[in-house]
């Protein structure tokens, strides 16, 4: 336990500057599939086939992809291609687009949970589609919507370790780094874990208190 502790005081700055890249990721790509999701899933329930058959493609297609192969297309093969991304910003588009799929799917869930006959009371009284779903639909789907949101957060912060594949120096290579010089797997991962957790738990109360206000047991 004693060199646990002496660990802990020598590696936890390290592993620190890994904590702050970690946000980072996990904030810009919760950032990107907030709007990407939005973006795919007003496409959905616009009503206009094209435009629903493509956002369902879409989704399709990026559920069926591999977030880790995702993040290997943006950042080894679209050099070849004349983009050429650093690993931070490969990352955060990767997982980005990664989770636009499903947080595509909640919004639809709950823009869909919304009763029609509000839709058909808005329209009747001439607010176009867009009005009825920024005044009526959308203030009413974000509580509904909330507690999966909040899931997506604790599963993104988690799948933000996945960057390390394309050398983001993010908390899991940065303890991946320390264990491979150091030997010290135990202590290491063991802080590691436990640096994870410690950022989870605030997500987790928060998810808990949406679902309290959302009315879910």
Do not use: C
């Not at 992809?65 to 297309?73: D, K, R």
């Not at 839709?119 to 009284?125: H, N, R, Y």
């Amino acid at each position: 336990m004693k060199g646990f502790w002496h660990d802990t005081v020598e590696f936890f700055p390290i592993l620190l500057n890994g904590v702050a890249l970690t946000i980072v990721v996990t904030i810009g790509s919760l950032l990107l599939s907030t709007v990407l999701g939005l973006v795919w899933a007003m496409m959905r329930v616009s009503g206009i086939g094209l435009l629903s058959g493509l956002s369902a493609s879409l989704i399709n297609v990026i559920r069926g992809i591999p977030i880790i192969v995702l993040l290997f297309y943006l950042y080894f093969v679209m050099p070849d291609l004349g983009v050429t991304l650093t690993a931070l910003q490969a990352a955060i588009l990767g997982l980005g687009i990664a989770y636009s799929a499903y947080q595509a799917e909640n919004f639809r869930a709950g823009i869909e949970a919304i009763d029609k006959g509000q839709i058909e009371a808005a329209q009747s009284i001439g607010m176009g589609w867009w009005l009825t779903m920024r005044r009526v639909v959308l203030p009413q789907a974000v509580r509904i919507v909330l507690p999966p949101y909040g899931n997506v957060m604790i599963m993104m912060l988690k799948d933000s370790s996945q960057a390390s594949t394309i050398t983001v120096a993010e908390l899991a290579l940065q303890g991946k780094l320390i264990a491979s010089s150091t030997f010290k797997n135990t202590s290491v991962f063991t802080l590691v874990a436990l640096m994870y957790l410690t950022m989870s738990i605030p997500l987790i109360l928060l998810v808990r208190h949406f679902e309290k206000r959302a009315g879910k047991p």
